[in-house]
Every structure is written in structure tokens, then in C-alpha cells.
């Protein structure tokens, strides 16, 4: 429990199937970030978090749910932080800050006297300024105020059913369909996009699915 996020209501159980409720979420795709900071000690410390979302752009402000349990929860606790949005090539970094830390794996960190630690190689960062936090039950909801960021167009890592994965195709970079009226066939085109992925997996058209 940090020291001013608010304390959950008590509540009763849900009753809802746990699993079913984590599979559904899983079905929701998300990029992977590694929220990074300096812990009371001074040191460099991170969390691979996918509850990122943006909330505001005036102010800017970004938010992550961070697990009352986890280290980071007491870290991020009034304290500046990092959101690094991790690139395709950063599932070691990933696994390392998620609970599954590599002796051997170096670390590339950015540090600056007057900026929270941030990772090298990642897509884009925000550095954060404690905003407020709120309950958000087994979580804590950590808003920070972005007061500086910086992207590189290179390609994101992402999260889907559980399973660290490449971007998909552009939907758009699919053969072009356009409907005899000359308008574009948007449920063609998904169709045509499905057909062009399974054929990628090598499933053929006796194997043929609904589509
Ligand atoms: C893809 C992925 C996303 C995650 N997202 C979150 C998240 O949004 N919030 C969270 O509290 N933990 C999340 N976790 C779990 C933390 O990364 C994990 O508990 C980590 O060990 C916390 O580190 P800490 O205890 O040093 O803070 C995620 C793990 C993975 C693999």
C-alpha cells in the first residue's frame, strides 16, 4: 500500500469466473511499456506495465494501474517516473522488469541527474510528473503530468492473449478493393486481410474458416 493512494471500499466478491475474465481482457491488444524510476535507495528501477493509456493533452497526462503487491506501487508512490514504450526488440528487457530478472542482461540505461531513470532503445518515452493516484481495487491508478517525450518511428512490441507479439499488417496496405459503386468495401477488405493471414500461418482453402 503506498502512502497516499486511497484504500479500496470494502466490497463483496464478484462471483464472475477469474479466468474467463483475464481471457477476456487478453483479447484486448496493447503495447508493452516498462515504467522506470529511482527507488528510495537511488536506484535505477523498472516495471513492464501494458495498463498504459493517455488521458488528457491539457494538461498531459498518462496513467498506468499498478498492482498494490508489486514494488513499483511504493515506487511510483510521489515520485517522478518513466514511461518507456518498448520496440520489437525489447522482449528480454520485458521479461527482465516482469518478475523474470536476467543476471547476465545489461541494463541500457539513461540516467540524468535531474530526470527519472529512462531505457535506451525503446520507441518512445514520456518522462512524468507525479500527478494523483486513485483506487483501482487490487491496483493503483498512477497519473502522471508529461513534462518531456520523445519517439522514434521504429517498430512497437505488443500483448495479445497473453503472448508478447510483431505488429500486424496495415489494414490498408491491403489489396485495394473498391465495391462496383465505387465506394470501398470495408468488410471485403477485413475479409481479404483475414485470407492474407491465414494463408501467411500456410492454412489453405480446404481448411477454410468462417470469415
Ligand atoms: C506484458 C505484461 C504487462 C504487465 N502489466 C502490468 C501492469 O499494467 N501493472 C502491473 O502492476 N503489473 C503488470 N505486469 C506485471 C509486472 O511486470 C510484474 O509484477 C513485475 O514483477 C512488477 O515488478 P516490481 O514488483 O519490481 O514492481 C505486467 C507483466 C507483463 C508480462
Not at 35 to 54: H, K
Not at 162 to 182: A, H, I, N
Request: glycine content about 8%; hydrophobic content about 40%.
Amino acid at each position: 500500500m503506498t502512502a497516499t493512494a486511497p484504500k479500496p471500499p470494502q466490497h463483496q466478491p464478484s462471483g464472475l469466473d477469474q479466468r474467463l475474465l483475464r481471457r477476456v481482457m487478453g483479447e484486448f491488444s496493447t503495447g508493452v511499456t516498462i515504467v522506470t524510476y529511482r527507488d528510495a535507495e537511488g536506484e535505477c528501477r523498472g516495471a513492464t506495465m501494458n495498463s498504459f493509456t493517455s488521458v488528457s493533452m491539457d494538461p498531459p497526462l498518462v496513467l498506468v494501474s499498478v498492482a498494490r503487491q508489486a514494488r513499483a506501487c511504493a515506487g511510483l508512490d510521489g515520485n517522478p517516473f518513466t514511461v518507456n514504450i518498448l520496440s520489437a526488440n525489447q522482449l528480454a528487457v520485458a521479461l527482465h522488469f516482469a518478475g523474470q530478472p536476467d543476471p547476465d542482461l545489461s541494463v541500457p540505461w539513461h540516467e540524468a541527474a535531474d530526470a527519472p531513470p529512462r531505457l535506451l532503445g525503446s520507441t518512445a518515452w514520456l518522462q512524468c510528473q507525479p500527478w494523483q493516484t486513485y483506487d483501482g481495487g487490487d491496483h493503483v491508478l498512477v497519473l502522471g503530468q508529461v513534462v518531456r517525450h520523445d519517439v522514434r518511428a521504429i517498430e512497437p512490441l505488443t500483448f495479445h492473449r497473453g503472448e508478447f507479439r510483431r505488429l500486424g499488417l496495415k489494414m490498408f496496405q491491403m489489396p485495394r478493393t473498391v465495391s462496383f459503386d465505387g465506394r470501398p468495401a470495408v468488410e471485403w477488405a477485413a475479409s481479404l486481410h483475414q485470407l492474407h493471414g491465414l494463408a501467411e500461418r500456410g492454412v489453405g482453402p480446404d481448411d477454410c474458416l468462417d470469415l
